[in-house]
């Protein structure tokens, strides 16, 4: 747990509908919990800044925003190493020593729903704290 009383929520980000449910319910965790601070981790494959899920400036500059009209403390990690979005959030979760991480699953196929997303099902397996997947609103 984090220490200083402060509540810490991990938060993987992709500029998606899913990423933006993931974002919203941390928010909503973060300040029902009073004293937290939010982690937002942002990769796209393997830390290609060409990839989709990279996250504009703007866009990350709008989050920080939000966070701050929130009055929660936060910190934006948006890394170009060669990991994996899993490990990314993973690494985060273990440097900040974070109480919750917060991802966001997007809708599968029936055949899909036999399977997580890998980064999605890495990030439940092998975190250390607990994980809530939020699906989009709809």
Not at 108 to 135: E, H, N, T, Y
Request: charged share 20%; proline share 6%.
């Amino acid at each position: 747990m984090s220490d200083a009383g402060t509540h810490t929520i991990v938060v993987g980000y992709v500029p998606t509908p899913e990423g933006l449910a993931a974002v919203d319910y941390a928010l909503s965790h973060a300040q029902a919990s009073g004293k937290a601070r939010i982690v937002l981790v942002n990769s796209g494959a393997h830390g290609r800044d060409s990839d989709p899920k990279f996250a504009s400036a703007e866009d990350l500059d709008a989050l920080a925003s939000r966070f701050a009209e929130a009055g929660l403390e936060h910190e934006i990690r948006q890394t170009p190493q060669a990991l994996s979005p899993a490990e990314e959030i993973l690494a985060a979760a273990d440097d900040t020593d974070a109480d919750l991480i917060v991802i966001g699953l997007r809708r599968r196929s029936p055949v899909g729903k036999l399977f997580l997303g890998s980064s999605s099902q890495q990030v439940i397996l092998d975190a250390a704290c607990p994980v809530v997947a939020v699906k989009r609103p709809g």
